[in-house]
């Protein structure tokens, strides 16, 4: 089978083979896959445990013995469903991942597809999907009287939990580097938005439109403050990414005088995979897709994956 692999750190994916049999494992087709910014740190060389030659991709839609399935990203999240246990990994890195001809997995990574998503669509949900639920709706354990904001939405874990708390009956806004995504973000149903460029942006927003319940986030940095600015007394704030680095100007007094709960989040477990298809059959909820580029075309869309103007997954057709 064909695989695209990474030799070494800022490396281009070149196209190689693998022969044999995975012990345990069922070797699945690969209909569909997507690009995570997981990748993207991955083939920097940014990411912990990297051994090449690796095949990364953490998403992906499969056949297996005629029938459709979604991936499941988590390998061995272990029985404590509270965090994941030592030797659990994400497709991709360890194990190759979906960019190849074939995968291989445990059967129980085999989820049904959602009856309304298309191939492409069922492809790029899993990993960015479970980190926004588990973020949401386990950690921030949001409810349809909370108001929502979720932080910079052109991110694809940001667009999930937006398209969850709308689902879920919430009142949503969002923060952007771009107009045209706060639009957007509109479109689908915030009700309305701000840049986060600009100076004490929280607390104005704050003064304007009113605090949060339930702030979700991917960027950290300076400037989280304005989050805490944001957030209503008792508010939960859940982060799952490190974009802007390290927190350096939080205030003790704010945190604790206001009762704010701060939920760091990863991933998910199984349950919360199966209960997040579950959310997005129900609601019948399809993931943002930007562009669709053929497998073989995978360098051009790491390079397109990196452009700040993108509003969605990209999502990658298999043969
Ligand atoms: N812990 C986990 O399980 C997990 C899972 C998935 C991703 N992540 C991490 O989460 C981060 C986001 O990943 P992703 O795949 O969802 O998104 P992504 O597609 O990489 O997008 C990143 C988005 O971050 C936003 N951003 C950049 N600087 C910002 C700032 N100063 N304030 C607020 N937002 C800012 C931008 O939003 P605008 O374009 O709107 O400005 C950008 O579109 C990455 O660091 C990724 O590694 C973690």
């Given at each position: 089978m064909w695989v695209y692999e990474l030799s070494e750190k800022e490396g281009v994916l070149e196209k190689g083979t693998r022969e044999g049999e995975i012990e345990g494992k069922v070797k699945v087709k690969v209909l569909s896959s997507g690009i995570n910014r997981r990748d993207i740190w991955i083939k920097k060389g940014l990411y912990p445990g990297i051994k090449y030659p690796a095949v990364l991709g953490s998403d992906a839609c499969v056949s297996y013995e005629?029938?459709?399935?979604?991936?499941?990203?988590?390998?061995?999240?272990?029985?404590?469903?509270?965090?994941?246990?030592?030797?659990?990994?994400?497709?991709?890195?360890e194990h190759d991942g979906c960019f190849a001809e074939h995968v291989w997995v445990t059967s129980d990574r085999l989820f049904k597809v959602p009856a309304h998503l298309n191939i492409e669509e069922a492809g790029v949900l899993g990993l960015a999907g479970l980190t926004a639920y588990r973020a949401l709706c386990s950690n921030c354990k949001v409810t349809k009287n909370d108001r929502v904001f979720i932080n910079g939405i052109g991110g694809a874990v940001a667009q999930n939990a937006m398209l969850f708390a709308l689902a879920i009956g919430c009142e949503v806004h969002v923060s952007s580097s771009s107009g045209d995504k706060i639009e957007q973000a509109i479109q689908m149903g915030a009700t309305a938005g701000c840049s986060y460029k600009e100076e004490?942006?929280?607390?104005?927003?704050?003064?304007?439109?009113?605090?949060?319940d339930v702030i979700i986030d991917s960027a950290g940095g300076r400037g989280f403050k304005e989050l805490i600015n944001l957030c209503n007394i008792g508010g939960r704030i859940g982060i799952y990414g490190g974009t802007r680095g390290n927190i350096t100007d939080l205030s003790p007094q704010h945190l604790f005088f206001k009762q704010i709960h701060i939920f760091g989040s990863t991933m998910g477990n199984d349950v919360e995979f199966h209960q997040m298809l579950e959310l997005v059959k129900t609601h019948k909820i399809r993931p943002v897709i930007d562009t669709v580029f053929n497998i073989h075309d995978i360098n051009k869309?790491?390079?397109?994956?990196?452009?700040?103007?993108?509003?969605?997954?990209?999502?990658?057709?298999?043969?």
């Open positions: 005629n029938k459709t399935y979604l991936l499941n990203p988590n390998i061995d999240w272990g029985s404590n469903p509270m965090v994941p246990q030592e030797t659990y990994s994400i497709l991709g890195l004490n942006w929280g607390k104005n927003y704050k003064k304007k439109e009113g605090g949060f869309a790491f390079e397109y994956a990196v452009d700040k103007e993108r509003f969605g997954k990209i999502a990658l057709q298999h043969d």
